[in-house]
């Protein structure tokens, strides 16, 4: 059974930078940040597979965001540069074994959840 916890949240301004961290128990496939503000749909962001280290990234954070993995320690980061109010929202870390790598429905398990908070 694969376990996952964000940390590293935050309030930042325009511009700034985060870093957030996702720690795993259990083996899988790949980990994925994932996010949702208010009244929207559950968008992925970024995936990393554990065995190969190849990564996908969605169009609007590309050149600004990048994720990368502990092996070791189980942990998948993912750092946020230039950061934008469009940004903002609950970051959840998520693992599967198979499938495609932007597909909600394709991960089986999901973290709780840290709030990112870009201000207007």
């Known amino acids: 059974h694969v376990q996952l916890v964000e940390s590293g949240g935050g309030w930042v301004q325009p511009g700034g930078s985060l870093s957030l961290s996702c720690a795993a128990s259990?083996?899988?496939?790949?980990i994925a940040w994932f996010r949702q503000a208010p009244g929207k749909e559950r968008n992925a962001v970024s995936c990393?597979?554990?065995?190969?280290?190849?990564?996908f990234h969605r169009e609007s954070v590309k050149g600004r965001f990048t994720i990368s993995r502990d092996n070791a320690k189980k942990t998948v980061y993912l750092h946020m540069n230039s950061l934008k109010p469009e940004d903002s929202a609950v970051y959840y870390c998520?693992?599967?074994?198979?499938?495609?790598?932007?597909?909600?429905?394709?991960?089986?398990?999901w973290g709780p959840g840290t709030q990112v908070t870009v201000p207007s």
């Open positions: 259990g083996d899988t496939y790949a």
């Open positions: 998520a693992a599967r074994v198979r499938g495609r790598w932007h597909v909600v429905d394709d991960y089986d398990y």
């Open positions: 990393i597979n554990f065995s190969d280290g190849k990564t």
